[in-house]
């Protein structure tokens, strides 16, 4: 019988702790204006991005629970009141606070690959506008973008849109979905899949406008 293997979980936390340390490199030579630089997640700054990412480095199950109850069960605040949580007073504390967090295997309830969903997607919602580049690597993209296809829409995911549409990676042997192709890089399928406009000039295909 042909299995798939499994990856062990800490070789899926290894990949997730290497996103991390390398965001934190960029961070560290960032000036005080490119920490006030929209990011690609609308509302957010590059600051509310890194806090975000501190908050939720440190979050628990149980905690991500009763925090989205203080919330009233509205994501949007609860996204909200982890930045609050997550940002320092500076953005050098910030960062210190990422620093510290960085190395930590907890996160919100859910597939452990939604933690590479969160390190990639939110790292470029950061580079992208400031002009950094990272050549993340490709398992790491590909797995986040494997979640991605088979979450629904309620949770951040693509399922539905998929019904549509296939994907097509031109630097992986990624594809999924079903109907008019759409094809372009790995990691800008999987930003435009998690609705980063910005990504879909790189892509092709019939079904383009499906996917926009």
């Given at each position: 019988m042909?299995?798939?293997?499994?990856?062990?979980k800490r070789y899926v936390w290894a990949m997730v702790h290497a996103e991390r340390a390398a965001l934190i490199d960029d961070l560290a030579v960032l000036g005080d204006a490119q920490w006030r630089t929209a990011s690609l997640c609308e509302g957010w700054t590059v600051h509310d991005v890194a806090a975000h990412l501190v908050d939720n480095a440190r979050t628990t199950r149980l905690g991500f629970l009763k925090d989205l109850a203080r919330a009233g069960f509205d994501f949007d605040r609860h996204n909200a009141a982890g930045v609050e949580r997550g940002r320092g007073t500076t953005p050098e504390e910030t960062l210190r606070r990422l620093e510290r967090a960085a190395s930590r295997t907890s996160g919100p309830p859910g597939p452990l690959d939604s933690r590479l969903v969160e390190e990639i997607v939110h790292g470029e919602d950061i580079r992208g506008p400031l002009g950094l580049a990272r050549a993340?690597?490709?398992e790491a993209v590909v797995r986040a973008l494997r979640l991605q296809a088979r979450t629904p829409a309620a949770f951040g995911g693509a399922r539905e849109l998929l019904t549509g549409v296939r994907l097509t990676a031109t630097d992986t042997g990624f594809t999924a979905g079903t109907g008019p192709a759409v094809t372009g890089p790995a990691l800008r399928l999987l930003l435009a899949v998690?609705?980063?406009r910005t990504a879909l000039a790189d892509l092709t295909g019939p079904g383009l406008r499906a996917l926009a």
């Amino acid at each position: 019988m042909n299995m798939k293997r499994k990856i062990p979980k800490r070789y899926v936390w290894a990949m997730v702790h290497a996103e991390r340390a390398a965001l934190i490199d960029d961070l560290a030579v960032l000036g005080d204006a490119q920490w006030r630089t929209a990011s690609l997640c609308e509302g957010w700054t590059v600051h509310d991005v890194a806090a975000h990412l501190v908050d939720n480095a440190r979050t628990t199950r149980l905690g991500f629970l009763k925090d989205l109850a203080r919330a009233g069960f509205d994501f949007d605040r609860h996204n909200a009141a982890g930045v609050e949580r997550g940002r320092g007073t500076t953005p050098e504390e910030t960062l210190r606070r990422l620093e510290r967090a960085a190395s930590r295997t907890s996160g919100p309830p859910g597939p452990l690959d939604s933690r590479l969903v969160e390190e990639i997607v939110h790292g470029e919602d950061i580079r992208g506008p400031l002009g950094l580049a990272r050549a993340y690597p490709h398992e790491a993209v590909v797995r986040a973008l494997r979640l991605q296809a088979r979450t629904p829409a309620a949770f951040g995911g693509a399922r539905e849109l998929l019904t549509g549409v296939r994907l097509t990676a031109t630097d992986t042997g990624f594809t999924a979905g079903t109907g008019p192709a759409v094809t372009g890089p790995a990691l800008r399928l999987l930003l435009a899949v998690s609705g980063r406009r910005t990504a879909l000039a790189d892509l092709t295909g019939p079904g383009l406008r499906a996917l926009a």
